[in-house]
């Protein structure tokens, strides 16, 4: 189970935008790298072109680039701050039977996220 997924709050720990938060907004698993709302924003440079309707495309635009998702903590929504993720392993009835399901939990207050 990942301990960073898609739409987590996050704090950024290291970097130029370090103390910044925002939303993950896409996990690239083989990179080990989020690409965080509003952090680590790029000026990328696209052709200039022309639409169907005639109208211009491209110049310049600023995205999010990816950050390394060692530079990225979740935040606890209780606490506001940073804290580190585990995995809790629970019984859960469903449909009348019972079934263990991993739950990410909040190390600071122990809840989950």
């Keep these: ?3 960073i997924k898609k739409g987590d709050q996050v704090i ?12 993950v907004l896409e996990v690239l698993k083989d990179a080990d790298r989020v690409v965080v ?4 924003r790029v000026t990328k440079h ?4 022309q639409s169907q309707r005639g109208t211009r495309t491209g ?5 999010e680039a990816p950050i390394h998702v060692s530079n990225v903590m979740v935040v606890d929504p209780e606490t506001k701050k940073g ?3 585990g995995i809790r392993t629970e ?15 909040a190390k600071r207050s122990g809840k989950d996220i």
């Design 59 to 63: 110049g310049i635009e600023t995205v």
């Design 83 to 85: 804290t580190r993720v």
């Design 91 to 105: 019984q859960v009835e469903r449909d009348g039977r019972m079934k263990t399901v991993r739950t990410r939990v």
């Design 37 to 40: 709302e509003g952090v680590q």
């Design 12 to 23: 950024v720990i290291a970097g130029r935008d370090k103390g910044k938060t925002g939303r």
């Design 46 to 49: 696209t052709k200039v072109g």
């Design 1 to 3: 189970m990942a301990k």
